[in-house]
Structures are given as structure tokens and as C-alpha cells.
């Protein structure tokens, strides 16, 4: 299973043997060098097993990953657009839902008021 890499310039089995040689001293240089990778050719699933790798790798050199590192990947947009979709949408129903209950509790303390003008009130 040989791919072409098509921007970057690596391939899956470079980015397997730069994983392997990982050290606490050229942690960052790899993370470095595999982002455009990532974030560019890599498919989903082989984004995913490499970013969890690497958090695997991490750990094992007594570094951290970077928050938020090759979040901007191509292959996570279109569940990245989807989420967002989602959310607002989920949003907007919120906001009229909200209006909605507003604009009931109005009419509700508008016939209220109605109410104690129509009473007479017996002395």
C-alpha cells in the first residue's frame, strides 16, 4: 500500500520511520515536519492513527502534544463543516425557542393584566 505523496513530499513509510527515530531532543522538529503531511495528503484514517501515535510518542519522550496541533487537516473539513452546520442550527432553535417563550410570557402577563382591569373589585 504505496502512496505518492502529493504536496508534502513524504510518504506513509517515511512518516512511520520519522515516528520510530522520535527523540525528546527532535520532538518538535518531527511534529514539524509531519504537520504539513497531516494536514495535506494524510486520509482520515491515517491521520487519525498518526496523531494518536504521536500521543503515544509523546508521552513515551516525556513531551506534549501541542493543543490544537494539525487540527486544520483537509480530511476533517467535511466533518468539520458538518459540526459547525450542526451547531447553529442547533443555535438558532435555541434563540427561538427562547423568543418564543418570551413572547409567551408576555401574552400570558398582558391577559393577566387584562384580567384584573376586567374585575371589578367589590369594597
Given at each position: ?46 491521520y487519525t ?64 393584566a387584562a ?9
Amino acid at each position: 500500500m504505496s502512496t505518492t505523496a502529493e504536496k508534502t513530499g513524504l510518504t506513509h513509510k517515511a512518516v512511520h520511520q520519522l515516528m520510530k527515530k522520535v527523540t525528546a531532543d527532535n520532538f518538535a522538529e518531527t511534529l514539524d515536519t509531519l504537520k504539513p503531511f497531516l494536514e495535506n495528503d494524510a486520509g482520515i484514517s491515517i491521520y487519525t492513527k498518526t496523531i494518536k501515535r504521536l500521543g503515544k510518542v509523546a508521552k513515551d519522550v516525556g513531551k506534549e502534544m501541542p493543543e490544537g496541533y494539525a487540527l486544520e487537516a483537509a480530511c476533517t473539513k467535511k466533518r468539520r463543516d458538518k459540526q459547525t452546520a450542526f451547531i447553529q442550527t442547533k443555535e438558532a432553535e435555541q434563540k427561538e425557542a427562547e423568543e418564543a417563550a418570551a413572547a409567551e410570557e408576555a401574552a400570558a402577563a398582558e391577559a393577566a393584566a387584562a384580567d384584573a382591569e376586567a374585575e371589578p373589585v367589590e369594597a
